[in-house]
């Protein structure tokens, strides 16, 4: 007996929600919610299933992972990363992985861990004068700016802000170009020679270039020997033995910048909104840190004695995860949740609508970093992703919370964050998850 369809919207034409999907995806996402763990809609012409049931995504990310790949949503993703290891599978996805995964292992990133407190010292500086001032701060572009500090100097031995007026526009750039929205611009041919080809293609050209000039450095003996940069250089292909060419090394570099940066600027622009939101909150985390950091930046040892850091961390990686939605696509049939899923379906698994379901989560649209204390159960498996699962979980997880806990602790210490009023906030998903329209802040120096 075959199995049955999965419930979900029926559309009223033949492109199905693909027209709620353009207008508000993340409203789209939540909305699908309601038919449970698993959810089939049409959007356009692509057969899609959303899966927020932890068992389901469980399904996929670990016990059947072989019969998914990254699939037609990750398409885009090349027009800037190239062959990366975000966007390959199997045994070239796994080559990669290797050669970058000591780099983010927690004894390498402690030992390390003075390059992000010198960034964000660095940032507390370049705000003492607006403070002082009393001006507005825009805090995202503030974010993107530190957390490609933290990564660049980090992973690749050199300071990209060096280049950030040139590098933030091909970036903005390519947020919208990467994901599919269905604009004619994205959809005519190569060839035609529009104002969207000649940006795409002067923005490729930037972060091309930015990355070469990173490998020149380091062929030239000017970079770090022991850093990922030298050892990509130093990388074999399994098969041939041969090194990896420029164009591998210069992928694995833009898909670990434009991944690691970006997503991390994000989460830490929506953590510093959220504790802006909640006074209680706000003096909770202050008084944690200041009574274990003193006047003192912070080491990878102070982190277990400032639990409640990483509560808020947690929580605001819970309301606003930097990836939204992970894809994938079905290779053969499978039966998910006891319903029947076709080959070449897509497969959306949407943290930001799996972090909102009220059958797992209590008044899930309230920031309580409560949720996360200790002495409590915690999340179930699977019901809590801001990095994925699985033997694909993000490489650079421990990474970024260890940014995000220095970043936050440092900031609150010295100053307090307040909102400009009369802001619409809200998140829009890009490829990662930005507010729409920014957030503008205003700064007090409360600290030494």
């Given amino acids: 007996m075959t199995a049955p369809t999965a419930p979900g919207p029926e559309g009223r034409h033949l492109m199905g929600a693909l027209s709620s999907f353009k207008r508000d995806s993340l409203r789209l996402l939540t909305d699908l919610q309601g038919y449970g763990g698993i959810a089939r ?22 016990d059947n992972i072989g019969n998914y790949r ?13 062959r990366g290891m975000l966007t390959t599978d199997g045994a070239e996805w796994r080559a990669r992985r290797d050669v970058s995964q000591p780099f983010f292992q927690r004894s390498w990133l402690n030992g390390a861990s003075g390059v992000l407190t010198s960034c964000v010292e660095e940032l507390i500086e370049r705000w ?6 009393g001006e507005e701060v825009e805090l ?9 500090g933290m990564l660049s100097r980090m992973l690749f031995g050199v300071d990209l802000r060096d280049r950030y007026r040139e590098l933030a526009p091909a970036v903005r750039f390519s947020l919208k170009a990467m994901i599919l929205t269905g604009e004619v611009s994205q959809m005519l041919p190569s060839w035609v020679p529009t104002k969207y080809r000649r940006e795409l293609k002067h923005y490729q050209g930037v972060l091309n270039g930015v990355m070469d000039d990173v490998i020149a450095l380091h062929r030239a003996g000017g970079g770090d020997p022991d850093d990922l940069v030298s050892a990509l250089l ?7 033995g041969r090194p990896w060419t420029d164009r591998q090394i210069r992928a694995e570099l833009k898909t670990l910048f434009m991944a690691g940066h970006e997503t991390t600027g994000c989460a830490l622009a929506w953590t510093l909104y959220s504790v802006a939101q909640h006074s209680d909150v706000r003096r909770r985390l202050e008084e944690e840190v200041g009574s274990v950091l003193g006047d003192r930046v912070p080491t990878p040892e102070d982190l277990p004695r400032m639990p409640y850091l990483r509560q808020v961390v947690d929580e605001s990686l819970r309301l606003y ?19 029947h899923v076709p080959a070449g ?27 996360f204390c200790p002495a409590g159960r915690g999340p179930a498996r699977y019901t809590y992703l801001p990095f994925g699962g699985g033997p694909r979980r993000c490489v650079g997880y421990s990474m970024a919370l260890l940014e995000m806990q220095f970043a936050v602790a440092m900031i609150v210490r010295r100053y307090r964050v307040s909102l400009v009023p009369a802001q619409q906030i809200a998140p829009i998903g890009l490829v990662s998850l930005r507010p729409a329209r920014g957030i503008r802040i205003r700064l007090t120096r409360t600290g030494p």
């Fill in 41 to 62: 809609v049409r959007l356009g012409p692509y057969l899609v299933h959303q899966l927020t049931g932890p068992d389901f995504i469980k399904h996929v990310l670990q």
């Fill in 128 to 133: 003492a004068g607006p403070a002082e001032r």
């Fill in 234 to 240: 130093k990388a074999t292909d399994a098969e041939t």
């Fill in 345 to 371: 379906t897509t497969l959306l698994i949407p943290p930001y609508a799996a972090h909102r379901d009220p059958a797992v989560w209590e008044n899930p649209e309230a920031f309580d970093p409560e949720r």
């Fill in 140 to 148: 995202v572009d503030e974010m993107m700016w530190l957390a490609m």
């Fill in 70 to 82: 990254r699939g037609r949503f990750y398409q885009g993703f090349n027009l800037f990363m190239g």
């Fill in 321 to 339: 995860p930097p990836i939204w939605v992970f894809p994938r696509d079905l290779v053969e049939d499978d039966v998910i949740g006891g319903y």
